[in-house]
Structure formats: structure tokens, C-alpha cells
């Protein structure tokens, strides 16, 4: 199983989501996302696979989300995309990917159920 990882080494969660996948026996791809941020299509694909808003995507605690006042409501999907490129610290993570699956593991025990599933 091939499995995914948009990973900040800096973030607890992420550490403990790829702790866990290396835990049950595989070596992910791992993308540094700060490092290379996704692009505009790749976080609408990741959102759309997850069935999930871009806005659910966004680190909302991130003193920048309210810095570039991204907590108004008139604010849209394209210009939190266009905040979440140029600022890849407001990309929530860890974003987990497999064969069939696509989810925001936070809590990174999250990972543990998205694999348990794969693997049946």
C-alpha cells in the first residue's frame, strides 16, 4: 500500500500520525509540505477526496489565519487557497493519503483507524 504523508516535523501531531504509520509497518512518501507547498489543484483535490470544505483545511488558531483576517465571513474558498499557498503554515496536517483514502488524521490516532480500514 502506497501511503502519503503532508508532513511539518514541527508539529506534534504530525510526528506522532507518522510515528504511527511507520509503527504499523510501512514508509511513507513523506512531503514536506512547508518546504514544498501543494498547489492550488492538489489542496481542492486533497479537500474534494476528503469530502471536506477548504475552509476546514485552515489552521484557524494559527495567529496568522486572524493577522490576514481569514475569520471574516465574506472571505471565499479561492482567497483562503491563495492564503493557504502563500503561507503553507495555515495548511492544516497532517493530511494523510492511501489507495482509497484521503484524511486530515487530527488527531493523529486517526491514522491508526485509516489504516486498520486499508488493511481489511
Known amino acids: 500500500m502506497q501511503i502519503t504523508i503532508y508532513h511539518n516535523a514541527d508539529c506534534g501531531t504530525s510526528r506522532n500520525a507518522l510515528a504511527a504509520i511507520r509503527a504499523a509497518g ?3 512518501r513523506i512531503i514536506e509540505y512547508m518546504k514544498t507547498p ?15 470544505t477548504i475552509r ?6 494559527e495567529p496568522l489565519f486572524q493577522e490576514l483576517r481569514l475569520d471574516e465571513r465574506d472571505v471565499c474558498e479561492n482567497e483562503l487557497l491563495d492564503a493557504m499557498i502563500e503561507n503553507p503554515i495555515l495548511i492544516n496536517r497532517p493530511i494523510v493519503v492511501t489507495d482509497r ?5 487530527r488527531p493523529s490516532e486517526l491514522v491508526r483507524e485509516m489504516l486498520t480500514a486499508e488493511c481489511k
Open 26 to 28: 510501512f514508509e511513507p
Open 101 to 105: 483514502a484521503v484524511r486530515l488524521c
Open 38 to 52: 501543494p498547489s492550488r489543484e492538489e489542496l481542492k483535490d486533497l479537500a474534494a477526496r476528503m469530502q471536506r
Open 56 to 61: 476546514s483545511l485552515v489552521r484557524t488558531k
